[in-house]
């Protein structure tokens, strides 16, 4: 898995730094910005294998960015997992809704987020 490309998008820019230094530290280029319109931009500039993408930022949030990147022929195939403090029933539907491949709740141990975005990527690898 080591070398493939992930985007993180929040709008905390410690805790972009915090997921970047977890998935450094197992072999990933990784690429962190702190809004959706960032986001956006660097999707179709990096070309990213995962997006780890925060829901609830100021004036682009995490399901609106999803379901643009979701809704775009050149861009839909790009697993995308929602990671949020929103964990109601409500909240994971919607995820869903958008076409979020995955979603995981915010706190969490980086270790298990990087196992976890670990399947996608070898998910995605085997799907080609």
Same mark, same amino acid.
């Given at each position: 898995?080591a070398?493939?490309k992930i985007?993180v998008?929040?709008? %905390?820019k410690?805790?972009v730094?915090?997921i970047?230094?977890?998935f450094? &530290?197992?072999g990933?280029? *990784?690429? =962190?910005?702190?809004? =959706?319109h960032?986001?956006?931009a660097k999707? +179709? ?5 995962l $997006?780890?993408l925060d *829901?609830?930022?100021? &004036? !682009?949030d995490? +399901?609106? $960015?999803?379901h643009?990147?979701?809704s775009?022929e050149?861009?839909? %195939?790009i697993?995308?997992? &929602?990671?949020?403090v929103?964990g ?9 809704? *958008?076409r979020?491949d =995955? +979603?995981?709740v ?6 298990? !987020?990087t196992e976890?975005a670990?399947k996608?990527?070898?998910t995605a690898k085997?799907q080609?």
């Open positions: 898995m070398g493939e985007l998008v929040d709008d %905390h410690e805790m730094d915090l970047e230094e977890s450094k &530290l197992r990933f280029d *990784v690429v =962190g910005v702190c809004s =959706g960032e986001a956006l999707v +179709y500039q990096e070309k990213p294998d $997006i780890l *829901v609830m930022m100021p &004036l !682009l995490g +399901y609106e $960015i999803c643009t990147l979701k775009n050149e861009t839909r %195939h697993p995308v997992i &929602l990671i949020t929103k109601s029933q409500a909240d994971i539907e919607r995820g869903f809704e *958008v979020a =995955g +979603y995981v915010k706190p969490f141990e980086p270790s298990e !987020l976890f670990e996608f990527l070898q085997e080609v």
